[in-house]
């Protein structure tokens, strides 16, 4: 048996946790890629925009009202299950099960108060008020089974939690899209809801293998205990809700600009970046911010979790940048029609900002490890404040190719000022082996736009097919360093 080293070690659990969650991904996107090409042939640009505008305001209301929960008490929970003590475990579960509960309704609520004023905002009419009461449910659905995901995650059942979103993602494919085959866009609102509720059901379900003793919590502790998680939550949440309004003004002023169509371009354009290529970060996302956690004491632990993270973002995004670079054109159409290829241009230049958002998103985590909530705020302020600036700027100057290039650069910048923030209050910095596979990476994906750009289409794909074989090779062999992959496989086999 050889010896693994700690870093080996730390490799090998980062890419554990994200081949788990990786799978799952794969799965999901192939469930996404079925819905939104029934979604685009059966309700079009605009059907799109409507399901994407409600969805927005949905997502902001949940802003307001949530309270973060869902990624705050996933660190009480883990602490909690850290002691071993049964009775400990049982009390953050239960406060935190009152607490959602409390938010959901409360979301719900609101949206149902509001509905009239939401329409007139999102749509400028009242036409969608009803359509806003219906999909209120859908805010108390989706809290109780953020909670529920709280519990898995935190207890670390990953297997549990990878399951739960699976299988939400079929059924919800299965249910909802005879709904738009049979209703067009009226079948969107309860799309919406069903969704939902399935994914409720299957939350509480695998929450259900946990043993939790059943414990009485009285509510002086329930609201004592409830401060810590309320408090990094709220900041959380505030955080989020900056970042999703500035995605709903932006959405709203491509409306009025541009048309809802154009919000249907857009909303197709940034599925595929947020969920197609964004899927190593949520694979990973799932147990490093945990592990970053642990170690949020030390600077230098700090520091080598955070390069090792960047590092295997960096070698698994980038040949996927790549591949999407060149076979854009056809990816379009696979995933919806003909009719949506006018955002390719805006599809391969935002794309390269994913590589800049591997190695700050990675950072990012530091601020929520160290709960310092007066820097974290100030930050989410400033940077969707440029975002939002960046992105009316460019769609007004070159359209949605325009939204392409901002998201470029906002990455870039996020990189940027984030890096000089984590220096000077934590001592943060990158190792020489990051900044070489950073630029390197770099390269490979820039040289994959220009062949997207400016050649024609057999030499194009000719030399983006062996660029890509290149991009794999490169990344193999830095990943074998790290994890020394034929070992692994010899280990494997031999159990």
């Known amino acids: 048996m050889s010896n693994i080293t700690n870093e080996q070690s730390s490799y090998r659990q980062i890419m554990k946790a994200t081949s788990l969650f990786g799978g799952v991904q794969v799965f999901q996107i192939i469930i996404q890629v079925i819905r939104s090409k029934f979604v685009a042939v059966l309700l079009g640009p605009s059907g799109m925009g409507i399901a994407g505008l409600l969805m927005s305001t949905i997502g902001l209301i949940a802003g307001l009202t949530n309270f973060g929960l869902g990624t705050s008490a996933v660190k009480n929970v883990a602490e909690a299950n850290e002691t071993g ?47 806003f009461i219906w999909i209120s449910i859908t805010l108390l659905f989706n809290q109780l089974t953020s909670g529920q995901l709280v519990l898995l995650q935190g207890m670390r059942k990953l297997q549990y939690l990878a399951k739960a979103n699976l299988f939400g993602s079929v059924l919800g494919l299965i249910i909802t899209v005879p709904l738009y085959y049979k209703l067009g866009l009226d079948g969107i609102v309860p799309g919406i809801i069903i969704t939902s509720v ?42 989020g809700l900056i970042t999703i309004g500035a995605a709903y003004i932006v959405r709203i002023f491509i409306s009025r600009q541009g048309g809802i169509a154009d919000v249907g371009l857009y909303n197709a354009g940034f599925v595929i970046i947020e969920t197609y290529v964004g899927m190593v970060f949520t694979a990973m996302g ?43 054109p056809i990816i379009i159409q696979l995933l919806y029609s003909k009719t949506f290829l006018s955002i390719e241009q805006m599809i391969s230049l935002a794309i390269i900002g994913t590589l800049f958002r591997a190695v700050s998103w990675s950072m990012g985590f530091i601020l929520f490890a ?31 190719t325009g939204l392409g290039v901002s998201f470029m650069l906002n990455y870039l910048f996020h990189l940027v000022v984030l890096f000089f923030i984590t220096k000077y209050y934590y001592q943060f ?58 070992e692994l496989i010899l280990n494997y086999i031999n159990k």
Request: hydrophobic fraction near 55%; include cysteine.
């Open 198 to 239: 399935i994914s409720f059901l299957l939350s509480f379900f695998f929450s259900k293998k946990i043993d939790i003793v059943p414990i009485n919590v009285s509510k002086m502790r329930t609201i004592a205990e409830s401060k810590s998680m309320l408090t990094m939550g709220f900041m959380i949440s505030l955080s």
């Open 85 to 131: 003590n049964v009775n400990r475990i049982a009390t953050v579960i239960t406060i935190i099960r009152r607490l959602v509960w409390l938010t959901g309704v409360l979301g719900m609520l609101v949206t149902m108060i509001l509905s009239p004023w939401l329409s007139q905002i999102t749509f400028g009419n009242r036409n969608y008020t009803l359509a």
């Open 429 to 486: 910095s990158f190792t020489k082996d990051l900044i070489r596979i950073f630029f390197t990476s770099l390269f490979f994906c820039i040289l994959g736009l220009v062949f997207a750009f400016y050649t024609h289409n057999m030499f194009k794909y000719l030399l983006g097919i062996l660029l890509i074989i290149a991009t794999l090779v490169f990344s193999y062999l830095e990943l074998d360093k790290r994890l020394k992959i034929k």
């Open 286 to 328: 799932a147990d490093y911010f945990p592990r970053l956690s642990a170690v949020n004491h030390d600077n230098k632990k700090i520091r080598e979790l955070v390069n090792q993270q960047s590092v295997i973002a960096l070698l698994i995004i980038m040949p996927i940048v790549v591949f999407f670079l060149i076979f854009s």
């Open 370 to 400: 160290k709960s310092d909530s007066k820097l974290f705020i100030m930050t989410a302020l400033g940077f969707n404040s440029i975002f939002l600036l960046n992105n009316i700027v460019g769609y007004i100057l070159w359209g949605l």
